[in-house]
């Protein structure tokens, strides 16, 4: 018994592969092991369907003497291979014609040259680095230091970026009747 599924020929990897790098969280996941689940709709976005999208996309052939296709041998190959895609997804991509070392190859070389680090360059574990790893420093405008300074802006500028209300009140535009607001609320006087 077999079931054939058609592999995407060099020039459609090589689109595939590009896609994939174009997402930075989904060359993450790959690199990582994880197969992003977004995979179907990036294959979708470029037409070239990771899953048969009819039955002619698919061949069975058994030799069994039953005339039901799928037969149960044909069954049980597909379940089997249910569980081996569920143990490991990117069967789907060998299936394909791409299997994991490959591809991850490919994005590997997508994303540059690897520079070789020095022993000592490495990152540091989170453990290593755990009494130090929430110190930033002195808060602005606490124990002494310099508080923290945006640009000047008058307090009620952002009045003057809100779109007008639909309504008015007292024929007075909601915006100017706030700004008084705004102004006494940072002790401003009015103008």
């Keep these: 018994m077999r079931i ?4 995407f020929g060099k020039a459609d990897w090589a689109a ?16 990582g092991g994880e197969l ?3 995979v179907e709709q990036i294959f979708a976005a470029i037409r ?10 698919v061949s069975l052939d058994c030799t069994c003497p039953g005339v039901q296709v799928p037969c149960e041998h044909l069954d049980a190959v597909f379940s089997a291979l249910t569980a081996r895609v569920g143990a490991d997804p990117f069967t789907l991509l060998a299936l394909r014609g791409r299997d994991r070392e490959t591809l991850l190859d ?3 070389d ?8 020095d022993p ?4 540091r574990a989170l453990s290593e680095v755990m009494d130090s790893f929430f110190d930033c420093g002195q808060a602005p405008g606490l124990g002494g230091a310099a508080p923290l300074r945006g640009p000047e802006a008058p307090v009620d500028a952002i009045l003057g970026q809100v779109p007008p209300f639909a309504i008015t009140v007292g024929g007075e535009e909601v915006a100017e009747l706030l700004r008084p607001v705004y102004q006494a609320l940072a002790g401003e006087a009015e103008s």
Excluded: W
Excluded at 48 to 57: G, N
């Design 4 to 7: 054939g599924l058609s592999a």
């Design 16 to 31: 595939i592969t590009h896609a994939l790098a174009a997402k930075a969280s989904c060359t993450a996941l790959l690199l």
């Design 36 to 38: 992003p689940q977004d």
């Design 48 to 57: 070239l369907p990771l899953f048969p999208v009819s039955a002619r996309d």
């Design 106 to 108: 490919e994005l590997r």
């Design 110 to 117: 997508r994303l540059g040259p690897d520079e070789t680090l």
């Design 120 to 123: 000592g360059d490495r990152p």
